[in-house]
Every structure is written in C-alpha cells, then in structure tokens.
C-alpha cells in the first residue's frame, strides 16, 4: 500500500475560488505533516507544516489535518494564477520525508 | 533569509563516470539529505545524515553512492558510476535540530547521464 496518496489531478479552478487538495497517508506513527509547493523544474517549497488534529490557517492558506481518518488537507483561498503548481503531500517518518505524487493545480484567470 | 544552496545547477556527465553534487545547508541546520525526482515521478528520499555519519538511508542508496561533510559548509553526494537510471534532478535538504522539524530545499541539480 502507497504511504502518501494524492490525486494526480490536474485541479482546475477558476481565479477566486477555494481550492481544495486531499491527501491520505496509510502510516499511524507519523506525527508531522507537510504541504510542498514545487513549480515545473523547481525544487520542493515548504508552505505549511501541521502536527496536531484540526486546523492550522497561514494568509490565504488553511493546512488540515485528521489523525483518525489518516487524511490531510490544504485550502488556498482567493487562488491566484501564480498558484498554479503541483502541491506536495508529505509526511516525517523516522526522520525522512515520504512525498506524495502531488496534485497538479490549475488556476484560471 | 537563509537558503540552501547546490553547485551546479546542471551536470552532464558519461555513463560510468563519478559525478560529485556540491550543497551549502543553511548554517545553524544540523541535519542534511539528499532527495532525488526522477522526471514525471514523486520525490524519493536517498539520504539523511547526521552529527557527520548516515543516520538512514533508503534502498536506492547503494554501494555507488557516498555522502560527505568535508568541511563546516559543504555536504556532498558521490555517485561513483553514474548509469542512465541515475538521470534525474538531486535535492539537498537540512532542517534544525529541534523545534521545527521542518526541511528546507535547495534548487536542485539537474543530473543527466548519458
């Protein structure tokens, strides 16, 4: 089983809206949460970290996480062009980084 | 603000030839890693390394593979025969010691093999 999954997408949403990217993860012991942001031919962007259950809210960004559930979440509201990008699920096991595939995210002007 | 940076930024290099990554963590960082993505594909963990010897590495970091502190700055990734599978952009990583677990990336250096 894939320890940190994320829909490909891509995720296209209109200039504005709430965009909304989901991320499962399969391991219990993990304790840190991370959300990259990584533009085509750039390297990974750390733009939320989330440790403990609920909400933790940064600008325009909202990181959420769900323990039970094993699902974490990353709102950008008001998305703006210069949004678009491919958004990075990862977690901290034994002190490496798991990634995601990443959701590619489309913001339309 | 403080960053991690890698040297160089793209490396063409002959199969079977060493190929040496060069990366400056961010100064009061103590851990370092090396990452790799192979184009189209997820980020892979390689290595983490730590009060100067490896702390773990993955499967992917085999015999051809070697990390290194010679120094107080630089941390650097051998690869001692280079193969075509090893064409891929490496990242550098370091995070603080305690408090945030958080780890910062380098721009990456695009390695192509060939």
């Known amino acids: 089983q894939k320890e940190v999954e994320q829909n490909s997408g891509p995720l296209s949403v209109p200039e504005g809206a709430i965009a909304s990217l989901n991320c499962t993860y399969s391991?219990?012991?993990?304790?840190?949460f991370f959300w990259y942001r990584q533009y085509s031919g750039k390297s990974p962007e750390l733009i939320m970290s989330i440790y403990s259950n609920g909400d933790k809210e940064d600008g325009r960004f909202t990181a959420q996480l769900n323990k039970a559930s094993q699902y974490v979440s990353l709102l950008i509201r008001d998305s703006q062009p210069s949004d678009s990008a491919t958004y990075l699920c990862a977690l901290k096991l034994t002190g490496k980084l798991i990634f995601g595939q990443g959701t590619t995210l489309q913001v339309k002007p | 603000e403080p960053e991690v940076t890698q040297t160089p930024s793209h490396q063409v290099t002959q199969m079977g030839q060493e190929v040496i990554l060069r990366c400056v963590p961010i100064?009061?960082?103590?851990?370092f890693y090396w990452y790799r993505q192979i184009l189209g594909q997820k980020v892979e963990f390689l290595v983490s390394?730590?009060?100067?010897?490896?702390?773990?590495k993955s499967e992917i970091f085999d015999d051809q593979f070697s990390v290194e502190r010679p120094d107080g700055s630089n941390f650097t990734l051998k690869i001692r025969s280079t193969k075509l599978e090893d064409s891929a952009m490496y990242f550098c990583?370091?995070?603080?010691?305690?408090?945030?677990?958080?780890?910062?990336f380098g721009q990456g250096t695009r390695l192509t093999v060939v």
């Open positions: 990583a370091s995070s603080a010691p305690k408090g945030g677990t958080e780890a910062f």
């Open positions: 100064s009061n960082h103590l851990y």
């Open positions: 390394f730590y009060n100067n010897e490896i702390s773990e």
């Open positions: 391991d219990r012991v993990s304790q840190s």
